[in-house]
């Protein structure tokens, strides 16, 4: 893969990123040069400037057929970029929509700003091509997150989430950053696309290069918060602001998703057979901790943080299938589950402002409250379960199509087995909501047009990414090329 | 006239079913309209068979008036009917004894339109069974005609008297007869299903023409899929031809399978007896002449000794039974098995007998056997009515209640003395004719069992003359003294069709024996 | 023909869920009026097709196609044969019938007629499905709005615990069976997921053999093959009335007919070798079901268990692999949906103004509403296999299957026949005949007009076919006969 010296198409190929560092500039600076009135409309300048510089991207952004590298080997303009720029751009103006009726974060230009800061990171370790450039983009995007993650300064929980993620996060940073190292050390290349061929030079025993992987998966797996790197999820989901919840259950994971794949099938093609059963494992292991834990979750962020940490392992079922179709089906499941989460998160949101509560018993006779909302949260819920006409389930179909296609049957049932656990307890919120009664039932749930915006489109992407799912598919797989 | 003729057996077998419906609509409280037009639709029937009789040409040979048309294509059954002989006297009956019965029916109140619609579903049943050329549709129209006298027997029957069933637990009489009569009469049936199933497996058919022509020259094993079981072609016709004697001797019935039939008939309403005698009890000797004589001649005539005895027994345990009954319906059910006893001993002679040189014998046995039927569905029919108005003005069948009731009761005591001298054989009435062919038959076939029904001809004698003592005759019982009990000009008019039939027969018997005969002669070759 | 009737037929219930939804809440006497108009369409759409349809040409007609996901040779392909074609008819007719019988329902009755149109409209799509991604899709739109249906309008007592055991049993066999249908999908190497090209696939022996059971039982989970039949009968009883009518009537078709297509079609060697095994299952259906039947002191469950009984008789003509059997297995199908429609109705009738299903404290209802007592005894007189009604033309060619696969079974079977005779005696005279109960005196209203709309058409149905088989009979044969073909001829 040559090298290009710097052109300007390169900077096209980067537009989302500066744009977004300007919007992040033009937030602080209103900021602090507006007064109380105009920090109201912070959210709306972010949520807007996110989707422009989303829709800019989504008509320069293309990559060419020659996917290459650019900026001297640390970026890769290809289809892997392109497709979870769209989506992360995608999650921050969402997240920014809902973040706007949330009190404690709506008037604080620090917020949004972060929350900006933190897509950038993502995109740029959507990007990656070279170890530096990666290790860099995922603190830039870590860092910002802890802050966001303990931003409701008077709420103990969101304190304790913000501190744990952080030191989880630094942990697990600073693992990976020593396997970095070694892998540099060993081969003395930083680009992912030549050090392949440099550890096959180098000849470095399987078992150190085994050491290696896992070093370097304890951080992925932090990332996408796969077992036994899931510990922090409930505590921090539950913690943080609700917006921020489903920013980092959506992007951060995404993202994570995103570089897991690149560097996995990119650096380590080689020892493919042990990282594929290690991961088949950890995938096994994910769903149905997941799973099985969420069973018995009160509160439904700690409910959809168990559910997220279950999704994760449906998605690298997508991954330990090594075909092109499971990268196909491992980004198609990003995408329908990122729409998904968002939609409940927001669901979830409105609920807390008006009722005060996350606990799911207080969701009772929320049919007869608001049956629109229900109905939004029934379309997360079955989603989230895999069940058609919604995105879930074609999702799901995927997922396990490529399993059974590179012959891994066992590891379709055991997603076919965890399928049906969540199923319970995905229902069982939809039970108390439109089966259960509360005194309650009289006091409307009021949304705000942002967060209408924020429903319809994600229902109306649910249903559609569930039902006409071909070009969906033909995205995904054109996604795909770029890692195989 | 021509549309008529093509289609008359259809129109005899589908006018009653059309009435039901047409009864079902007519508003509830109008009673008497209720009535009368399911009396007049009743006559409708009849008037065709009698159309049907004076159209029938004794001899010519095979079934007259046949009609075929698609039905269940999927599995070979078609719908097709046709008469001859034996079947053409039995409908005659059915469409005579229906409208009898529904005449006899003016004093029941409660759902009269139910009532009067399941009669003539019921009419239709049978008549289907008579008329059927396909097995399919045969036991189709067997089972149609269970229902409705399943629920005439439970919803109209007599309202008085419990039994006892297992468990100590008390039920009325008539839910248990009821019960007792479905269950019994489906247990043979279900014997029926699997004997057709497995004919139609083998042959490919249900049409008794095409199934009568393979039969004998079917050889070939029954074979099953996949599995190293085949039934041997001799296996499965024993098979089916022990679950048609069973289902038969059942409805018949053939002693020991009789006793749903004392407690069916006692506890039915009227016009119910009369229709099971009368009709009900023929479908099974039927089925034994139209069925197992024709296609099982071999086993019928090994068997034929055990039929004979059955039968024997039937004639005399049904006599001494009537003889020691109290209650007056329930001696006449009994003197029914008694009857039905030389039906089937006649059945019986002619299974042994065919292809001998007692041919002509068994000829005359079956011949007697037919008419018997024919007979015994006039005089039993009778009998029950009567019966059935000294009920509804007594409100008891004791006999020991009665007594000394003719002077009370002239025109009644008269037609009671003629109709149980039709029953008994009195020479002169038509069951004299019948029972003497039968014996005149048989004698030389089997001569043992016919010397001993002898004694059971006595014992039904002295029988039914006990019970018309016990009611007519002696001292007048005080409890009915000033009470009007006399018989009523309708019921008259329902019972002289019978007695006209039951002298003109005794007398001028050639008339109805000779459209039989003809049928008997290729029958029994 | 270039109307798209499938289709419609498919997606008017759906999008007329949708169009309910929007009708405010409180409107309750639009909102029964809209989905009774949806309904009435529906029936009328599926009667026509079932009339137009070209009986001399068979095989499948008003065929459609379309790609949906050309990267896995998806298409959305819809047709009719001679087996599906009088499950179409038998929706319609029991979604018409069941928004008649619904009409009481006060709690929200939008979203009721709204998730029992999702429902009506996954069904109608596995019938005519010819594609194996699509038969899949529309199966489970099928299965999640019975949760809601059950949980939220169901029998207090038990319907949390019966919708949620009812929901995951289903969902669990449909995927094992999408296992499956992936697994043939990448073995077949033909990249499509159209059932007519997998079925002329050519699997090997032993893929068929092993994956058979899979894909089979999967689905027949949904048809109530023992010893997964547990689901059935609670999700009988806890369901609403009509909910009940569409479970029992249709939805456990759907999984006896799902495993025919998948199952029996696209894997004829595995379904030759496990047919013994098929064969002795389903006669547990059929003489446990029953014998359960008998014992139960709530109406509803003894109806309940009968549906098991009555599906283990379908499940025995399919696997006589024989024309008869698969005949009769059809019109089986049609004839105990209508006829199980038509128990749960009464029962509903009954209990809404009785407020118990407790058989030994109901009686003599048959003064009360004769009607439904006649409509009642008619379903149970075809459910006996009493000639003249739909479940002896139904039963007769099931029987005569099983003579020829294998006579055994035919007897155990036909105790079934005698034993569903008892039960159905019992309860007809316990309920309908015999004393009312003293508290109940004066306080049972008669059936409604709706009601009595309701039953007639059932029961009417009940005996035209009894009567006139050529109604129906060469019509499912000729469905029988393509399956029989596949199967290698028998």
């Known amino acids: ?484 | 006239m021509e549309f008529l003729l093509t289609h008359l057996l259809s129109l005899i077998l589908f006018t009653p079913v059309a009435g039901a419906v047409v009864v079902m609509m007519l508003p509830r409280e109008q009673a008497r309209l209720v009535r009368w037009v399911t009396l007049w639709v009743s006559l409708i029937p009849l008037a065709l068979s009698l159309l049907l009789w004076t159209h029938f040409q004794a001899e010519a040979p095979g079934f007259q008036f046949e009609e075929k048309a698609v039905w269940y294509e999927a599995v070979h059954s078609s719908y097709h009917l046709g008469v001859d002989g034996i079947s053409v006297t039995m409908v005659l009956l059915t469409t005579l004894l229906t409208p009898l019965a529904i005449l006899i029916s003016w004093s029941i109140r409660q759902n009269l339109r139910a009532y009067m619609a399941l009669f003539l579903l019921l009419e239709t049943g049978m008549l289907g069974v008579f008329l059927a050329l396909d097995l399919l549709l045969f036991f189709v129209f067997w089972e149609i005609g269970l229902v409705p006298m399943y629920f005439l027997i439970n919803q109209w029957g007599s309202e008085h008297g419990e039994r006892e069933i297992g468990g100590g637990q008390k039920v009325p009489a008539r839910n248990y007869a009821s019960f007792k009569f479905l269950i019994y009469t489906m247990a043979g049936s279900l014997g029926l299903l699997l004997a057709i199933q497995m004919i139609g497996s083998a042959t490919g058919t249900f049409d008794l023409e095409e199934i009568t022509l393979r039969w004998s020259t079917l050889s070939e094993s029954l074979t099953l899929l996949g599995l190293p079981i085949t039934l041997p072609i001799g296996t499965v016709k024993a098979i089916a031809f022990w679950a048609f004697v069973v289902a038969f001797a059942i409805k018949v019935p053939v002693w020991p399978f009789h006793t749903w039939l004392p407690d069916a008939h006692t506890e039915a309403p009227t016009a119910g007896s009369m229709i099971l005698a009368g009709v009900l009890l023929k479908l099974g000797a039927y089925g034994f002449l139209r069925l197992v004589l024709p296609l099982y001649p071999a086993e019928a005539r090994s068997f034929a000794g055990v039929l004979a005895l059955l039968a024997t027994l039937a004639i005399i345990l049904g006599a001494f039974a009537s003889w020691g009954q109290d209650d007056f319906k329930r001696l006449v059910a009994y003197s029914s098995v008694n009857h039905m006893g030389f039906v089937v001993l006649g059945i019986a002679a002619a299974a042994y007998a065919r292809g001998t040189l007692a041919a002509a014998d068994a000829v005359i046995a079956v011949n007697g056997a037919v008419l018997q039927m024919f007979n015994h569905g006039l005089s039993a029919a009778g009998m029950f009515l009567l019966v059935g108005v000294l009920y509804d003005r007594t409100h008891t069948r004791n006999l020991k209640d009665y007594g000394g009731l003719f002077p009370l009761a002239p025109i009644y005591g008269g037609i009671l003395l003629f109709t149980a001298m039709a029953s008994l054989g009195l020479p002169g009435l038509n069951g004299f004719i019948s029972e003497f062919m039968v014996v005149r038959g048989t004698w030389p076939i089997f001569t043992v069992f016919t010397a001993v029904s002898m004694i059971g001809l006595l014992i039904t004698g002295a029988s039914i003359l006990k019970g018309l003592k016990m009611v007519l005759h002696g001292p007048l019982n005080p409890k009915w003294a000033g009470h009007s009990l006399e018989i009523n000009g309708r019921e008259v008019v329902a019972m002289t069709p019978l007695m006209i039939l039951c002298l003109a027969i005794g007398v001028w018997p050639a008339w109805i024996v000779s459209v039989i005969n003809s049928t008997v002669l290729r029958l029994i070759p | 023909m270039d109307f798209p009737l499938l289709t419609v037929i498919v997606f008017t219930p759906i999008v007329s869920g949708l169009l309910i939804l929007l009708i405010p809440g409180e409107r309750k006497t639009e909102i029964r009026i809209a989905a009774l108009a949806a309904a009435t369409f529906a029936l009328l759409l599926s009667l026509g097709a079932y009339i137009i349809y070209d009986r001399s040409l068979g095989g499948y007609q008003f065929v459609q196609i379309f790609t949906w996901i050309p990267q896995l040779g998806i298409s959305y392909h819809v047709g009719v044969d001679g087996m599906s074609l009088p499950l179409v008819l038998l929706t319609g007719i029991v979604i018409f019938t069941g928004v008649l019988i619904s009409w009481g329902i006060d709690d929200r009755p939008r979203e009721f007629f709204a998730f029992l149109f999702v429902l009506a409209s996954g069904v109608f799509g596995v019938f005519v499905s010819l594609d194996l991604f699509q038969l899949f899709f529309f199966y489970e739109i099928a299965v999640f709005p019975m949760y809601l249906l059950i949980a939220i309008w169901g029998w207090q007592v038990t319907r949390e615990y019966a919708a949620m055991k009812l929901t995951l049993y289903l969902f669990i066999g449909s995927l094992v069976a999408l296992v499956g249908g992936l697994a043939m999908y990448y073995t077949s190497g033909l990249g499509t997921f159209d059932l007519l090209a997998l079925q002329e696939a050519g699997f090997s022996t032993a893929f068929q053999r092993l994956w058979f059971p899979f894909v089979f039982f999967g689905f027949a989970v949904l048809g109530g093959i023992f010893p997964f039949h547990n689901w059935s009968p609670d999700g009988h009883v806890a369901a609403p009335t009509a909910v009940s009518m569409f479970h029992a009537g249709v939805l456990m078709k759907l999984g006896a007919f799902a495993a025919l297509r998948v199952g029996f079609m696209l894997l004829p060697e595995g379904a030759r070798f496990w047919s013994p095994l098929i064969l002795g299952l389903a006669t547990v259906n059929v003489v446990y079901g029953a014998f359960i039947a008998m014992v139960q002191t709530d109406f509803k469950y003894v109806i309940g268990f009968s549906s098991v009984s009555h599906m283990g008789l379908v499940m025995l003509g399919f696997a006589t692999l024989n024309r008869e059997g698969l005949t009769g297995a059809g019109l089986q199908m049609f004839s105990h949906g209508v006829m199980t429609a038509l128990f749960f109705a009464v029962v509903g009738v009954v209990y809404d103004r009785a407020h118990t299903r407790d058989i030994p404290k109901l009686g003599g209802f048959s003064k009360v509403m004769p009607l439904v007592a006649v409509a009642f005894i008619v379903g149970g007189l075809a459910s006996m296999g009493m000639p003249g009604f739909s479940g002896f033309i139904a039963e007769f060619p099931i029987f005569m299957g099983l003579w020829k696969a294998q006579p055994v079974v035919a007897l155990i079977a036909a105790l079934g026949i005698v034993i569903t005779a008892a039960y159905i005696m019992r309860v007809v005279g316990r309920v309908f005949f015999g004393k009312m109960p003293a508290e109940m005196e004066g306080h049972i209203s008669r059936e409604t007009a709706l009601d009595r709309i309701a039953l007639g058409v059932l029961a009417g149905i009940l005996i035209l076919v009894g009567v006139v088989p050529s109604v129906m009979a060469p019509l499912v044969a000729s469905g029988a006969d393509a399956v029989v073909r596949l199967l290698g001829g028998a």
């Open chain 1, 1 to 484: 893969m040559a090298i290009a010296a710097f052109q300007p198409f390169m900077l096209i190929a980067i537009l989302p990123e500066i744009l977004l560092l300007v919007l992040a500039t033009l937030i602080f600076a209103l900021d602090a040069l507006g007064g109380a009135g105009r920090r109201q409309s912070l959210g709306g300048v972010a949520s807007l400037g996110l989707a422009l510089i989303l829709l800019a991207t989504l008509g320069f952004g293309r990559p060419d057929a020659e996917q290459s590298l650019i900026f001297g080997g640390m970026l890769r303009h290809d289809w892997i970029a392109f497709t979870f720029k769209i989506l992360l751009l995608f999650s921050a103006a969402v997240t920014c929509m809902l973040s706007m009726g949330v009190r404690e974060v709506s008037a604080r230009g620090e917020y949004y700003g972060l929350l900006v800061i933190a897509t950038l990171g993502m995109t740029l370790m959507a990007s990656s091509a070279d170890l530096i450039m990666l290790y860099l983009a995922i603190e830039t995007t870590s860092i910002p997150l802890y802050v966001l993650a303990g931003f409701m300064k008077g709420d103990d929980k969101s304190t304790e989430s913000g501190m744990k993620y952080f030191l989880f996060g630094a942990l697990t940073s600073a693992v990976m950053l020593y396997g970095f190292s070694l892998l540099y050390g060993f081969t003395g290349e930083t680009n992912l696309y030549r050090l392949a061929d440099a550890l096959q030079a180098s000849e470095m025993s399987p078992w150190l290069l085994s050491g290696v992987l896992a070093l370097i998966l304890v951080g992925f797996s932090f990332k996408v918060a796969a077992v036994p790197f899931h510990f922090w999820t409930p505590d921090v989901y539950e913690g943080a602001p609700t917006p921020i919840t489903a920013f980092l259950s959506t992007a951060s994971k995404a993202a994570g998703f995103a570089v897991l794949a690149r560097v996995m099938l990119a650096v380590f093609p080689g020892i493919a057979g042990s990282w594929t059963a290690v991961l088949a494992g950890v995938s096994v292991a994910t769903m149905t901790v997941g799973n099985l834990l969420a069973l018995a979750q009160k509160n439904i962020k700690r409910l959809l943080a168990y559910s997220s940490i279950a999704h994760a392992g449906y998605v690298l079922i997508g991954l330990v299938a090594l075909s092109q179709f499971g990268a196909a089906s491992m980004v198609f499941y990003l995408l329908a589950y990122v729409v998904t989460n968002l939609l409940a998160f927001a669901v979830v949101i409105l609920f807390a402002r008006s009722a005060g509560s996350e606990e799911i018993a207080d969701y009772a006779g929320l049919s007869r409250r608001a049956p629109g909302l229900a109905l939004a949260l029934l379309v997360a819920m079955l989603s989230l379960a895999g069940m058609p006409p919604l995105a879930g389930f074609v999702a799901k179909v995927y997922v396990f199509a490529a399993a059974v296609q590179s012959g891994l049957v066992w590891l379709a049932f055991v997603g076919v087995l965890n399928a049906i656990v969540g199923l319970y307890y995905y229902l069982t919120v939809l039970k108390v909501v439109y089966l259960y009664r509360s005194e309650h039932e009289d006091k409307p749930v009021p949304v705000p047009r942002s967060y209408a915006i924020a429903l319809i489109t994600c229902v109306v992407a649910v249903l559609l990414i569930g039902t006409l799912s071909g070009p969906w598919l033909q995205w995904a797989i054109t996604t795909a090329t770029s890692l195989f």
